[in-house]
Nanobody
Framework: QLQLVESGGGLVQSGGSLRLSCAGS????????VAWFRQAPGKEREGISC????????YYADSVKGRFTISRDNAKNTVYLQMNSLKPEDTAVYYC????????????????WGQGTQVTVSS
């Protein structure tokens, strides 16, 4: 059973940066497509970025394109989300999720989820 642990959230001022990490419990995370989702209070969960397992191809939602970068370090069994130029509207709980097969924006296709990490951006 793959387990995911997120870290790196916190409080940051508008315009600042954070790097989120998603560590896998098994040394096979590189075989999985991994996505980052976020959920703000009163809003639906939103897929913001994903990275393929086999091809490493990356995808971004329009809301974060140009500001966020997803990457993976297979040696560390970890996927990162570098978040720059943060805005108050980025405030949310951020989750990483993994699935076999191709990347997807559909949260229900992901079998494995982390516990979430809070990101708060102050204005």
């Amino acid at each position: 059973q793959l387990q995911l642990v997120e870290s790196g959230g916190g409080l940051v001022q508008s315009g600042g940066s954070l790097r989120l990490s998603c560590a896998g419990s098994r040394n096979t995370l590189d075989y999985y497509a991994v996505a980052w989702f976020r959920q703000a209070p009163g809003k639906e969960r939103e897929g913001i970025s994903c990275i393929g397992g086999s091809n490493g191809k990356t995808y971004y939602a329009d809301s974060v394109k140009g500001r966020f970068t997803i990457s993976r370090d297979n040696a560390k069994n970890t996927v990162y989300l570098q978040m720059n130029s943060l805005k108050p509207e980025d405030t949310a709980v951020y989750y990483c999720a993994a699935k076999t097969g191709v990347s997807s924006w559909l949260s229900y296709e992901y079998n494995y989820w982390g516990q979430g990490t809070q990101v708060t951006v102050s204005s």
